[in-house]
């Protein structure tokens, strides 16, 4: 027995099973709307996560607080998107200026998380996929902020992700995604590991390439999930965004030390962006 699993609009024929069953109770429409409101909370905590992590605070206490007085917000302060436009972008106590990007991160993240609700339709893989986009935001915003990306970050986002993947696959008998997302992973700890062996901290630190390696794990997570044609894909696209992205900084910065940094992690993001749009336009990715 077969059943219409749809991708952003193209019909796939798949076996009946957990996706199928996904795909006859739950509509288009109400994955879009939970994954932007989930996508608009996640975004809140990503921003405790990209001011925190890098300075080696806990994400978990204090709660959140006033960067310029330290007074703890209150809970009415904390509401996505909706906090920040009622205090007008500055503290309640002492009226401090609090930087547009919390809620930029906030509304980019419940996007982004809509969008992959948009491509990928009624699917288990919706979660996974989320969990890697929030972890590359994440990354990409911690190394705009002029720090070396965590690796606690890319694991435990990648560790999330995987498993919810690794889930998904299993659900729905797609083995090959399964393998993929295990290789894929399995090669970014590789690269990684080698990029650090024998090297200092302060070396790892200071170097842009291996400092941002780190976003190799997510990248790893997503094209492997994808396969080997969308793995070129989107390889090829990081390539060509890390010669221009780097081009554009080296003839403005020529001199500075820092012109790679960020690079790599806005590279490698957008080729996961793209590798991703291709394949769910050709209805693949997911539903094959």
Known sequence: MTSSLVTAGTAKVASTGATALVAISIGRGPVIALAAVVGLLIGSFLNVVIYRVPRGLSVVEPRS???HCDAPLLATDNIPLVSWVVLSGRCRRCRGPISVRYPLVEMATGLVFALVGWGLGPHWAVAGFCALAGTLIALVAIERDGFAPPLSVGLVGTAIAGALLLAAGVADRRWTHVA?????IAVAGVLIVATRTGRSTHEVETSPWIAAAPVLLPVGSALGWLGPAYVGEGLATAAVAMLVVGG???GRKALSPDADRGVLC?????????ATVVAVA???????
């Open 180 to 184: 993929g997302t295990v290789i894929g």
């Open 65 to 67: 607080f006033c960067p």
């Open 282 to 288: 050709l209805g693949a990715g997911v539903g094959t």
């Open 266 to 274: 806005l590279a490698l993001a957008a080729g996961v962006v793209v």
């Open 248 to 250: 554009l900084r080296h």
